[in-house]
């Protein structure tokens, strides 16, 4: 196994476009989190899913924002009519849900940029 | 509110020597507390962890010291290593199903001096 796979690692795109992003999990982890992170601040809760279940959503997850994870494997995040502020790193991270559920494994991260 | 804090955003210490990085928190139903370190263009990775029944566990050179009391916990490097150079997060969590999730500091920068 790889470890967490996200893609694109940057995405330059005009305000108003819309962009996704995916993120591949580890292969046997059933809980998968997006996290945003800008400069100068820690990582940022957005929301997560225990298998295609989405159990939690951040008030920071407008309603441009929607992610999915349909088959409980890998995951989308789609930004709708971006904004400037949506410049960000969005980090995928995932983990198994009972004694390590408090351990995530980060991917790399895909790196918005609105202009 | 900020519920995760690390009041520096560096730290310089000299290679060979102990570095000590601090956190405090505000939530007291945290209840699990990691430490991540992070270079340049890859994501977190996670570095040692403890449990709120602890207050202390080590990890090779890595020792984080739990403060329940204070809402304090601290890692420290000893011996510093040029490769310790990254960004290093607190995160704390809740218990129970559900709870598990991450609350992040906003990191502070070691730079280990050769």
Same mark, same amino acid.
Do not use: W
């Given at each position: 196994d790889t470890?967490?796979?996200?893609?694109?690692?940057?995405?330059?795109?005009?305000?108003?476009?819309?962009?996704?992003?995916?993120?591949d999990p580890i292969s046997e982890h059933n809980r998968l989190y997006w996290y945003r992170q800008t400069l100068g601040q820690g990582p940022e809760f957005l929301t997560y899913f225990q298998n295609e279940a989405q159990l939690e959503k951040s008030r920071l997850l407008s309603d441009r924002f929607s992610a999915e994870r349909p088959k409980g494997s890998f995951s989308t995040? %789609?930004?709708?009519?971006? %904004?400037?502020?949506?410049?960000?790193?969005?980090?995928?991270?995932?983990?198994?849900?009972?004694?390590g559920a408090n351990v995530l494994t980060f991917g790399a991260g895909s790196r918005l940029t609105v202009l | 509110d900020q519920q995760v804090k690390q009041n520096s955003p560096s730290l310089s210490v000299q290679e060979g020597r102990i570095s000590i990085l601090n956190c405090d928190y505000t939530n007291s139903m945290f209840d699990y507390f990691l430490w991540y370190k992070k270079y340049p263009a890859e994501g977190p990775t996670f570095l040692i962890s403890i449990s709120s029944i602890k207050d202390k566990n080590e990890d090779g050179r890595f020792t984080v010291f739990l403060n329940k009391s204070a809402k304090h916990l601290s890692l420290h490097i000893v011996p510093s290593q040029p490769g310790d150079s990254a960004v290093y997060f607190c995160a704390a969590s809740g218990y129970g199903f559900g709870n598990e999730k991450l609350t992040f500091g906003t990191g502070t920068r070691l730079t280990i001096i050769p």
């Open positions: 470890g967490v796979s996200q893609n694109p690692r940057h995405k330059i795109t005009k305000r108003g476009q819309n962009v996704t992003f995916r993120c995040l %789609e930004i709708q009519r971006t %904004e400037q502020g949506d410049s960000a790193m969005y980090l995928c991270a995932s983990s198994l849900a009972g004694a | -």
